[in-house]
């Protein structure tokens, strides 16, 4: 049986992840401001998104779009600018290339480079790109791909599916180490390939420069979804002085990169801004706006500069204040969502003192997390106790520990745990004092509410709590390396609950947490198909994450975007963040 693919891909079939898919979908954000980039699953006989997510914040908070009141008092120089748009975030780390960035800044820069076989849709379909159509035949275990005939690289030269092929062996390469894995694809060969038994993938058959068929072993909930969200490299370019066993040279270009998307690295400055120019020839049709720039911002100068005309648009904390702050500046539209996406407090498990499950919980229930969360959020955020977002059809709060705020339950855990307080207050164990070496993000209102509060409440615990203020792209990269104890941050989740991020060893695995019952039940998820079956395999899971406490999860907020009300186009959902229609995205004159 052959079945075709116009379009809508594997709509019932996969309820998939956007990014860099491969297994590990979700990307790092700075912590109040986590970015939004998945899909519903509105298709999935549940309720819908903005449903679910109406119950949680209640009637009394404003969602949707609120639009700028008084476009007269629009600053002259935002007024002045007819071709370009400024973008206000948290400065890129500036790793341009999607197949080795891990935050959202940067996904914001690839994803309007690259492209690939499909693209998300605003209800968290998918919808082809690249791809004309996809053959899937012998049962679900083959899968052609059919290019758009014409399309071209922003440098003129042509594309085909032999760069897809070249983007396949770099995932695969025995040295790769970004955060996707496409092992879990099961493509036909993949083992010898890494292995260096073979030369080549022997599951991918290049039919034409337009078609590639590729087949996998066993197929799961993802296949589709692995193999569409492949990004393209150009071979003739990122290919020059590649060989198997070392992506050195393709890691040379990571501040140079080159793709077939709406828009072209012009200039970037580290820390600074990152510019980009419209892609004319760009196949979906060339951006209305010419210019963007994304400009590094932080929490204490983004209302600032939308205030002043210096930037359009900015993801500003959801906070009553924010908002009224917003409004009054009268050329503002407002755009309050979901956030799909959650807060956490992550640690570094390879460290003795967070082995133990005791421990884990015992910091959990010793944390005053709804003072935290509401002292920032108000009203707009709650809670959570699992890794996964409200707007998600995964989510559940079935036989799920609240771990309310109890110092007395944190410590008797903790004695019993072995943790005694010593003389000086300070618990001990084995010759060890208690005490957490804490990353934290400068200029953070999330940080700013949750030291104070966490200092208190584990000096009651007879814990010592010592931070150390850094960047946000500093922190990242002390936790790629693994040299912390703990910090605070936030995924940006994909539509579907399957990642790494909590499987032994997995490629997001930044905590080096490890749970056989996590990984049995997150591997019976994605080979499921049925999605009321895979509802039930990942409440198991969240409800055993619950209680193994992997991370100390804090909270689920609202997203809100200031966005100039000269700025018009963005198909803005939980689920599909501002750059994927930013090709579409216009300035009225």
């Known amino acids: 049986m052959t079945k075709k693919w116009n379009l809508l ?36 006989g549940t309720e819908s998104a903005s449903e679910s997510a109406s119950a949680d914040t209640g009637n009394q908070n404003e969602n949707g779009v609120i639009k700028a009141t008084d476009m007269s008092l629009l600053p002259a120089n935002a007024a002045a600018r007819k071709d370009t748009i400024v973008v206000g975030m948290t400065a890129p780390q500036g ?20 492209d690939q076989f499909i693209t998300v849709k605003g209800d968290g379909s998918y919808e082809n790109s690249l791809a004309d159509s996809v053959d899937v035949t012998n049962n679900n275990k083959t899968y052609t791909y059919h290019l758009k005939p014409g399309l071209k690289y922003t440098d003129g030269t042509p594309i085909t599916v032999k760069d897809y092929y070249f983007t396949l062996k770099v995932y695969l390469d025995p040295t790769y180490d970004g955060q996707s894995d496409l092992t879990l694809a099961n493509v036909v060969g993949t083992k010898e390939y890494k292995e260096g038994k073979a030369t080549e993938i022997s599951g991918v058959k290049i039919i034409d420069d337009n078609t590639i068929e590729i087949n996998v072993s066993d197929y799961d909930a993802m296949t589709p979804v692995y193999l569409g969200t492949v990004p393209f490299l150009s071979e003739a370019y990122y290919g020059k002085g590649f060989k198997k066993g070392n992506l050195d040279s393709i890691k040379a270009l990571n501040t140079k990169p080159m793709g077939s998307g709406p828009y072209v690295l012009s200039n970037y400055k580290a820390g600074q801004e990152v510019d980009l120019v419209a892609n004319e020839n760009y196949f979906k049709g060339a951006p209305k706006i010419k210019n963007v720039i994304y400009r590094a911002t932080t929490e204490g100068t983004n209302l600032s500069l939308l205030q002043s005309g210096e930037t359009d648009m900015d993801n500003i904390t959801v906070t009553p204040d924010n908002i009224d702050e917003l409004k009054a500046m009268g050329f503002m539209d407002l755009n309050i969502l979901p956030n799909n996406g959650y807060g956490y407090i992550g640690m570094n498990m390879k460290l003795k003192k967070f082995q133990d499950q005791k421990v884990r919980q015992a910091l959990v229930y010793g944390l ?59 618990r001990e164990k084995d010759g060890e004092k208690f005490t957490i070496h804490f990353s934290a993000t400068a200029d953070n209102p ?27 792209n500093a922190i990242m990269d002390k936790t790629d390396k693994g040299d912390y104890e703990m910090y605070f941050a936030a995924w940006g ?27 049995k039940l997150m591997a019976e998820g994605r080979k499921e198909l049925d999605v009321e079956k895979r509802k039930e395999i990942y409440k198991q899971m969240y409800q055993e994450m619950n209680k ?24 803005l959902t939980p689920y599909k963040d501002f750059h994927l229609s930013l090709y579409q995205a216009e300035l009225q004159q």
Request: proline share 4%; glycine share 6%; charged share 20%.
């Open 548 to 571: 193994d406490v992997p991370a100390i999860f804090m909270y689920q907020r609202t997203n809100m975007y200031g966005i100039n009300g000269r700025v018009s186009g963005f198909d």
């Open 95 to 114: 790793i341009f290339n999607p197949l080795f960035s891990s935050t959202s800044y940067d996904t914001f820069v690839n994803e309007i480079i690259f």
């Open 446 to 472: 999330v940080v700013e509410a949750l030291l104070p509060i966490m200092t208190e409440n584990y000096k009651e615990l007879g814990i010592e709590v010592k931070a150390e203020t850094l960047d946000f």
């Open 9 to 44: 891909l594997v709509l019932v079939l996969t309820l998939s992840m956007v990014l860099s898919a491969c297994g590990g979908g979700n990307k790092n954000a700075e912590s109040s401001n986590a970015p939004s980039t998945s899909a519903s699953a509105s298709n999935a």
């Open 368 to 426: 005053n997390r709804k003072d935290i969360v509401e002292s920032i959020y108000g009203t707009y955020a709650n809670v959570i106790n699992i890794p996964e977002s409200k707007v998600s059809w995964a989510y559940t709060d079935e036989n799920i520990n609240t771990y309310d705020f109890d110092i007395e339950k944190a410590k008797q855990l903790l004695d019993e745990a072995g943790w005694k307080v010593g003389s000086d207050g300070i």
């Open 493 to 519: 989740l994909t539509p579907d609950p399957d990642n790494t991020v909590y499987i032994t060893n997995g490629a997001q695995n930044r905590f080096g947490y490890s749970n056989a019952t996590v990984d």
